[in-house]
């Protein structure tokens, strides 16, 4: 099946500082992405849907200039935590639809973002 | 509004048992559903989707989901588990195609527990 890559896979960083989170489509194509924010032991909470070629589309209550979302090619979409705090500490998902788009999606292993 | 419900926290079962996790949906229309594993500290893995056609799909690893439109439910099912089954498990709903959109909505989870 196709494979989705997520780097970092973990990330400690201080308050205050930026961090960008990588999400590949490895081999194929994917003019839509999707990023998620899993809190422990809780559902996956969709934050947004990235476009190549536009911008993102966020769901309601989460912060654009705090999540930015760059899809830059169709086989990169970039998650940066600008001026991360400890509550933005969480495991980040993205993921990819299948080509045909009405299969199943395709998710990145993840990256585990701790702010101290 | 689309969604699931996924009831249980944690289902326990003792290996070899017929093991099932339940979820229930709310949709308009036609429903798009979806079972979805996730191992600790990784991405979801795909097991099974019900689009159309025969009400019992069979998917990865010996699983098997049965979709009921009178009771709006979808419970995954397996006839005997293994304790390697035991992960977190996510039902999940999808746009429609008229949506314009491959957004999933997850439910909770179910954490499996299979006893050895």
């Known amino acids: 099946g196709a494979v989705v890559s997520q780097h970092p896979s973990r990330v400690i960083c201080k308050s205050g500082t930026s961090v960008k989170i990588e999400c590949r489509s490895l081999d194929f194509q994917a003019t839509t992405m999707f990023w998620y924010r899993q809190f422990p032991k809780k559902s996956l909470m969709l934050m947004a849907t990235s476009n190549e070629g536009s911008k993102a589309t966020y769901e309601q209550g989460v912060e654009k200039d705090k999540f930015l979302i760059n899809h830059a090619s169709l086989t990169l979409s970039t998650l940066t935590v600008t001026s991360a705090h400890p509550e933005d500490s969480s495991f980040y998902i993205c993921?990819?639809?299948?080509?045909?788009?009405?299969?199943?999606?395709?998710f990145g292993p993840g990256t585990r973002l701790t702010v101290l | 509004a689309q969604s699931v419900a996924q009831p249980e926290d944690q289902v326990n079962v003792a290996e070899g048992n017929p093991l099932t996790v339940k979820c229930t949906y709310s949709v308009s229309g036609n429903p798009y559903l979806f079972w979805y594993v996730q191992y600790p500290n990784r991405g979801l893995q795909f097991l099974l989707k019900y689009i159309t056609g025969d009400n019992l799909v069979k998917g990865s690893y010996g699983f098997e989901a049965e979709f009921n439109k009178s009771q709006t439910s979808f419970h995954l099912k397996k006839p005997s588990a293994l304790v390697s089954d035991s992960a977190l498990y996510f039902c999940?709903?999808?746009?429609?195609?008229?949506?314009?959109?491959?957004?999933?909505?997850f439910g909770t989870g179910t954490r499996l527990k299979v006893l050895a």
């Open positions: 999940a709903v999808r746009d429609p195609p008229t949506s314009g959109t491959y957004k999933y909505i």
């Open positions: 993921s990819a639809p299948s080509a045909g788009g009405w299969d199943e999606q395709f």
